[in-house]
């Protein structure tokens, strides 16, 4: 079975700098393609960011192009989100999920899901 903890969420000024972690236990194969989506309070969950097995193919959200970058360590089996100029409408819970297929934005295509971690971003 799979698991997906995220970690690396938290409290953090506007234009400043956050680091998610996603720590993949389990079959390697179900985890081939990875994205982390995010919910805020009132709204629907929402695609950020996605990444295939070999990392030549990565996707992002309009309103995180160019300031969210996701990355994976295929070795750890660990997907990371490094977020730099952090602003107000990025306070969300951002989870981490995962599937044998890639499927970019599709949030009802990935079978494993992460618990989520929390970043807040103050004005």
């Known amino acids: 079975q799979v698991q997906l903890v995220e970690s690396g969420g938290g409290l953090v000024q506007a234009g400043g700098s956050l680091r998610l972690s996603c720590a993949a236990s389990?079959?390697?194969?179900?985890?081939?393609?990875m994205a982390w989506f995010r919910q805020a309070p009132g709204r629907e969950r929402e695609f950020v960011a996605g990444?295939?097995?070999?990392?030549?193919?990565?996707s992002y959200a309009e309103a995180v192009k160019g300031r969210l970058t996701i990355s994976r360590d295929n070795t750890k089996n660990t997907v990371h989100l490094q977020m730099n100029s952090l602003k107000h409408e990025d306070t969300a819970v951002y989870y981490c999920?995962?599937?044998?297929?890639?499927?970019?934005?599709?949030?009802?295509?990935?079978?494993?899901w992460g618990q989520g971690t929390q970043v807040t971003v103050s004005s």
């Open positions: 999920a995962a599937d044998r297929k890639y499927s970019g934005p599709a949030y009802s295509q990935y079978a494993y």
């Open positions: 389990g079959s390697p194969s179900s985890t081939r393609a």
């Open positions: 990444i295939t097995w070999s990392g030549s193919m990565t």
